[in-house]
């Protein structure tokens, strides 16, 4: 969720002419102080993120920093992190008491907002510990770049072909950045190079196709090889050298991990009771998992019949097509059952994963800035098996995408998941809440969605979708575990993988990935967390409303909020 910053014009004000010795009215008073402050603070910040984020500003629609790349040396990151302070500082002189309810959610939301900042760049260090941070970057500044027509090819073209002459030097930072990363970090970086290499052989070049411009293509082509090159030799550098030195360790470590669930998602609650909170929902899912499995076959045990459903799956080449087509009914269901209110949207085209991002994505949703005016695309994301593994593990991977368990991922990227919560983003008055978000927030309400829409109906008749959707949550469950034990309990990577499939029905794939990814997305227990606390508040929000109580209406409440913490939410809309 994104913005541009809002910018605060002052109105002239027309002289009056004086007759006799009339007295000139005083011009009308400014904003309050405190207000004044806090507009102008909220403008600072955001200039700030889209000045040192340049490929996020170009994703969220904000072009005036379309042919630069990001400054990664270590020189910026300490600058950055002294900048977040002293936002922070400014922050703490506003009185919340002065301004109106929902600048006082924004304030205390970007608090959290830096809070996180501050614990990224000073403790957690991704910048010193993660390779794949810089080439896999370096990859999404220029698929930002091609994926949407926001411009003219060749206009496009000129900017990233600007940006492609400063990626060499952003692989140079990088080599005096990393110190002992963690091992499966390297190992990631590694696997995901060829991908990224390939991208800017074919994908970029693709783009640019109709371009004629013969000096600015051959410009474009020598910063091209240059990239690709400087990739070729990024490889090679994390093989020989930084791999024998990987000896980090991923855990973050309990002290750590609180601090991040509280500045991100504004989580308190003690680790242990997380714990027994996720425990206890794997085992309420795998009870009804097992139920539902018997519904289906009740004389085959729970992982033959799963095994069974899973083999019921679209070729790799047909899975794109058979999801697009499946998009159209979900849409229709939730706009005749009142779900929720659904605005004006252009289509979403399904496509396969970028490659920097297919190690640890399965699917994902790719939506135009809130800001974008030119450009409407909107991608769904689903990653395929790579043609190079053995067959077995193609099939194997494949089987994740069985026909019902499409329905069930299309439900949280796409109809009434992450696909609305854009469309209602780009109607946010608050700048902060477009840029900024909570995975709670975000992925929790697209994880409610799954099941959700199985409890109001949808394919209600067909136990093997409440299968997926259980699968699904199983899932969930399994990763708010893992991310916890992982790092602050020493489970290793292997563990985890065993965990995934034993405990939430996984492939030997998926697991693999959803550990390696748990590593350093170590709170990616937000899907459960957030589903949770969705559920308590739909309650809460029905007990406080009564008779006029509505599903369409809580949800509407609850999406028109934008992706701010939970608790926000609460306040916003229980008062």
């Not at 970029?204 to 410009?219: E, H, I, K, P, Q």
């Not at 695309?377 to 098996?385: C, D, F, R, S």
């Not at 019902?404 to 991922?409: F, K, L, S, W, Y």
């Not at 996984?506 to 990616?524: F, H, I, L, N």
Request: glycine share 4%.
């Amino acid at each position: 969720m994104r913005t541009m910053p809002r910018r605060i014009f002052v109105g002239a004000i027309l002289a009056m002419t004086l007759t006799g010795c009339r007295q000139q009215p005083a011009p009308p008073a400014g904003p309050p102080p405190q207000v004044a402050a806090w507009r102008q603070l909220s403008t600072d910040v955001l200039q700030d993120y889209f000045r040192r984020n340049p490929t996020s500003a170009t994703d969220l629609g904000v072009h005036t920093y379309d042919d630069r790349i990001e400054d990664v040396s270590a020189a910026a990151v300490a600058d950055e992190l002294a900048a977040a302070r002293g936002f922070l500082a400014r922050l703490a002189t506003i009185d919340p008491a002065g301004l109106a309810p929902a600048d006082q959610i924004d304030r205390e939301f970007l608090t959290h907002v830096l809070d996180a900042s501050v614990l990224q760049l000073d403790v957690i260090k991704p910048w010193a510990r993660d390779p794949d941070t810089y080439s896999s970057g370096l990859t999404n500044a220029a698929y930002v770049m091609i994926k949407r027509t926001f411009a003219p090819p060749d206009v496009r073209m000129k900017a990233l072909t600007a940006r492609m002459k400063a990626m060499p030097a952003m692989l140079v930072e990088a080599r005096r950045n990393l110190v002992s990363p963690p091992r499966v970090y390297t190992e990631i970086a590694i696997q995901q190079l060829d991908g990224n290499r390939a991208f800017f052989d074919t994908a970029v070049v693709d783009a640019f196709s109709g371009v004629t411009d013969a000096a600015l293509v051959a410009d474009f082509t020598q910063a091209r090889k240059a990239v690709m090159q400087a990739l070729a030799d990024y490889k090679q550098w994390l093989q020989k050298d930084l791999l024998p030195k990987s000896t980090g360790d991923f855990a973050y470590g309990a002290d750590t991990y609180r601090r991040r669930l509280a500045a991100e998602e504004m989580i308190d609650t003690p680790l242990d009771s997380l714990l027994q909170m996720a425990e206890a929902d794997l085992r309420k899912n795998q009870q009804a998992f097992a139920e539902t499995a018997h519904l289906i076959d009740r004389t085959k045990p729970v992982a033959t019949v799963l095994a069974t459903v899973e083999r019921d799956h679209p070729a790799s080449d047909e899975l794109l097509g058979t999801t697009q087509r499946e998009l159209d009914a979900l849409a229709s269901f939730i706009r005749e059952r009142r779900i929720v209110s659904v605005p004006d949207a252009p289509p979403v085209k399904v496509k396969e994963t970028p490659p920097f991002m297919r190690a640890t994505t399965s699917a994902s949703m790719d939506i135009p800035g809130p800001f974008e005016t030119q450009a409407s695309e909107a991608y769904y994301n689903m990653t395929l098996p790579d043609p190079t593994w053995p067959k077995a593990d193609q099939e194997a991977f494949m089987g994740q995408w069985y026909f019902p368990a499409i329905t069930n991922v299309s439900v949280h990227e796409v109809w009434p998941g992450h696909y609305l919560q854009f469309l209602y983003s780009r109607q946010l008055s608050s700048d902060i809440r477009k840029v900024f978000g909570a995975a709670t927030n975000s992925e929790g309400w697209a994880h409610y969605a799954e099941q959700m829409m199985m409890d109001e109906g949808f394919h209600a008749d067909n136990p093997r979708y409440r299968l997926a959707q259980l699968q699904d949550a199983l899932l969930r469950d399994a990763r708010f575990i893992v991310g916890i034990r992982m790092h602050t309990q020493g489970m290793s990577v292997k563990e985890a993988e065993t965990f995934f499939e034993k405990e939430a029905y996984q492939s030997a794939p998926v697991a693999r990935a959803e550990s390696k990814r748990g590593t350093s997305d170590a709170t990616y227990g937000y899907y459960t967390m957030g589903k949770l606390a969705i559920m308590k508040l739909r309650d809460d929000y029905k007990a406080k409303v009564g008779a006029a109580y509505t599903l369409q209406a809580f949800h509407d409440a609850f999406i028109r909020c934008g992706p701010i913490p939970i608790p926000l939410v609460r306040r916003e809309i229980l008062r």
